[in-house]
């Protein structure tokens, strides 16, 4: 269907490590966002992407927009205790009246051990 | 620039009343949409509003209904209240509504919190 399926759905690791969360679709997207929830906050908008191929940094997280248009990732190098949260991918509609719907992965909480 | 502020931030509500949940934009945003949040599903779109027009809808059922006024603001209200509807119900605003391509960064509100026994 419409859905994006997101992996892992849990991941731990010890403080200095590296982590990537990916973000899967069956169908082409016209954008990916991703945003980050902290433990018992709101989701906050991190970054969209729209170009096939498309690579953003902010600082230690980058991003990546598969050449396909079918997959995205989120990769964080070097973590920190400040990482800790859940991360979601979602997609926007960009095309009033087409069939894609929004719809967001379910996230890959992110644990760090300090 | 203030934030999306949501009211109330707790509510407790039994099986089969119904209730009013309210949403403020940043200011100068036109769009309005809305969220379920339950750790079993995750986020789950409602419905967006756009100009006091709801432009786009999610899979929920009729109990689910909201509206939004001529400064933004938004209530979205659920009518015979069941145990699963107990979820964090988030809002965010954005300056352009879906369906314009461009930015369509979402700004969320902290959320309300509901508990329905």
């Known amino acids: 269907g419409q859905q994006v399926m997101q992996i892992p759905q849990y991941q731990h690791v010890q403080e200095g490590e590296d982590f990537t969360t990916y973000c899967n679709s069956s169908t082409t997207l016209s954008n990916i966002q991703w945003y980050k929830q902290r433990p018992g906050g709101h989701p906050v908008f991190l970054i969209q992407l729209v170009k096939s191929g498309e690579v953003k940094k902010q600082k230690r997280l980058t991003f990546q927009f598969g050449e396909a248009k079918k997959n995205s990732s989120l990769h964080i190098t070097a973590t920190q205790t400040t990482d800790v949260g859940t991360y979601f991918c979602?997609?926007?509609?960009?095309?009033?009246?087409?069939?894609?719907?929004?719809?967001f992965g379910k996230g890959t909480k992110l644990t760090v051990n300090p | 620039k203030a934030g999306v502020t949501q009211t109330p931030r707790y509510l407790i509500k039994t099986r089969g009343q119904q209730v009013t949940l309210s949403c403020s934009p940043i200011?100068?945003?036109?769009?309005v949409s809305w969220y379920q949040q339950t750790p079993g599903q995750g986020l789950q779109f409602l419905f967006e509003?756009?100009?006091?027009?709801?432009?786009n809808k999610g899979n929920f059922p009729g109990r689910f209904s909201g509206r939004q006024f001529s400064n933004s603001r938004s209530e979205m209200n659920v009518s015979t209240l069941e145990l699963g509807d107990s979820a964090l119900y988030l809002c965010?605003?954005?300056?352009?509504?879906?369906?314009?391509?461009?930015?369509?960064?979402?700004?969320f509100g902290p959320g309300t919190r509901l508990t329905v026994t």
């Open positions: 979602a997609r926007i509609p960009t095309w009033r009246g087409g069939s894609e719907k929004l719809v």
């Open positions: 200011s100068g945003h036109r769009s």
């Open positions: 509003y756009f100009s006091e027009t709801q432009r």
């Open positions: 965010a605003s954005s300056r352009m509504g879906q369906g314009f391509f461009g930015s369509y960064e979402q700004y």
